[in-house]
């Protein structure tokens, strides 16, 4: 009721839905289905859900931007099956306007991080790694887990020896800034020191999803 209200004096309302897990919340696909028509949603979550039963609803797959899909390893203990399910419901979440895998780079995550990109790159699907407690203030990394996970985080998309790096910052990738003359930039923070253009949203040759 709360968001009809609000929902009025909008053109349009994105509502960002993170957690802990939104789906345990009792009705909460129901809930989705059931909010005004000016309002769309992202949502992040740990797959926990009938995938299947969510897209059903045709409002949801009009409404919801995408899902951020959070990758944990540390269900493998309680399902065998964990990653291949896990890939098999990101997959299915394409169906929306844009689906990414959230990896935490822990110590223990890390070696799961191969697996992960190749399937993203594969399916063409965002991957965003996120900073792990400043690098391993809670759980200690070897030297070469350091190693491996500064190198992903640092957000090079080459090195030396041709492999492909996942860029850490969701800028250009979950959001741009966007000027009043229409130039395009990854963030605020480049827009202001004119750094990365990325072109002009007027350009017949700019594609955001590029």
């Given amino acids: 009721n709360a968001w009809k209200r609000m929902s009025k004096d909008f053109d349009g309302i994105v509502i960002g839905i993170s957690g802990g897990e939104p789906f345990l919340l009792k ?6 289905n059931s909010l005004p028509e000016n309002v769309r949603y992202e949502i ?18 009009k409404r919801c931007l995408g899902v951020v899909c959070s990758f944990h390893p540390s269900n493998l203990e309680r399902n065998g099956n964990y990653i291949e399910c896990f890939f098999e419901k990101v997959k299915k979440l394409t169906a ?4 990414r895998v959230n990896f935490v ?48 985080i640092a957000g090079d ?7 492909r790096w996942t860029v850490l910052c969701n800028g250009g990738n979950a959001y741009i800034a966007l000027l009043p003359d229409g130039s395009i930039y990854p963030c ?16 017949a040759a700019v594609h955001l999803n590029d």
């Avoid at 992040?44 to 797959?61: A, G, H, K, P, Q």
């Avoid at 923070?189 to 949203?201: H, P, T, Y």
């Fill in 96 to 99: 929306l306007r844009y689906t």
């Fill in 27 to 32: 009705g909460f696909i129901p809930l989705l």
């Fill in 105 to 152: 780079a822990a110590p223990s995550n890390l070696k799961f991080y191969d697996r992960i990109s190749d399937f993203c790159d594969e399916n063409h699907i965002g991957l965003h790694v996120d900073r792990y407690v400043s690098l391993g203030e809670w759980m200690p990394f070897t030297a070469e887990e350091s190693e491996f996970a500064a190198r992903i």
């Fill in 44 to 61: 992040t979550s740990n797959l926990s859900f009938n995938v299947d039963d969510f897209l059903s609803f045709e409002n949801i797959r």
């Fill in 157 to 163: 998309r080459q090195q030396p020896s041709g492999e």
């Fill in 188 to 203: 605020l923070k480049k827009a202001e020191s004119r750094e990365d253009f990325v072109g002009n949203v007027f350009s």
